[in-house]
């Protein structure tokens, strides 16, 4: 069965570097998103993208994050210069149609110190 | 706005037993959809149900939709230790998000 896939699976960075997130959606789905979820809360929002733009942006999704599809596989998110609250797991999620399920990656942990 | 809500936050079972988790939202939805997360692991999709569904089955899971209250349960009949985990219910007001609750945690013991 197809499945998203993220890399890496666990990311440490020092505060202030950019960290790029890739993920690799289900090859026939045409909308692309981002979640994330701070240790201990809720599964938060942050971008959805689809026919090669950003279709829809969280308040959480300020200038210092951005998304690209530099392919016709690969889906990132960068974070140019990292907080020590941008510590989180970051889900990557794809769907094929807008009445069909989200299917979640593993997850990124990325670890600001 | 805040959507799914679960209900109750917590819950530990014998295996072998039923549980029962609920979940209200606010505003319309096209879809209700349930997924588990193992503790620090990913989202795993259980089942979507449609606003024009009212219960909804695979295998040991039955969700029920009642639009009219702006409600879902969840249902895990016969739990096993391996269904452990956090359930969270997601709704999505428009096409482009999943809202998502806090979760409930199911603890099943052995």
């Known amino acids: 069965e197809p499945e998203v896939t993220q890399t890496p699976s666990h990311q440490v960075t020092q505060m202030g570097q950019e960290v790029i997130l890739r993920c690799v959606p289900i090859?026939?789905?045409?909308?692309f998103y981002w979640y994330r979820q701070i240790l201990g809360q809720k599964v938060e929002f942050l971008v959805s993208?689809?026919?090669?733009?950003?279709?829809?942006k969280s308040e959480i999704f300020d200038d210092q994050f951005s998304v690209e599809r530099p392919d016709g596989s690969n889906f990132t998110l960068k974070i140019r210069s990292t907080k020590l609250e941008d510590s989180a797991m970051y889900f990557c999620?794809?769907?094929?149609?807008?009445?069909?399920?989200?299917?979640f990656g593993p997850g990124t942990r990325l670890t600001v110190l | 706005s805040q959507q799914g809500e679960e209900d109750p936050q917590a819950l530990s079972i014998q295996e072998g037993e039923n549980a029962t988790m609920n979940c209200s939202y606010k505003?319309?939805?096209?879809?209700l959809q349930w997924y588990r997360q193992n503790s620090g692991r990913g989202l795993v999709h259980l089942i979507l149900?449609?606003?024009?569904?009212r219960e909804k089955h695979s295998g040991r899971l039955r969700v029920t939709l009642d639009t009219s209250k702006k409600s879902s349960s969840l249902l895990i009949t016969a739990s096993r230790a391996a269904d452990t985990a956090s359930y969270f219910c997601?709704?999505?007001?428009?096409?482009?998000?999943?809202?998502f609750g806090a979760g409930t945690t199911v603890t099943v013991r052995a």
């Open positions: 997601a709704t999505d007001p428009d096409d482009y998000k999943l809202s």
């Open positions: 090859s026939n789905h045409l909308y």
């Open positions: 999620a794809s769907r094929a149609g807008t009445s069909g399920p989200s299917l």
């Open positions: 149900i449609r606003s024009n569904e």
């Open positions: 505003t319309s939805i096209n879809n």
């Open positions: 993208f689809y026919n090669n733009e950003i279709s829809e």
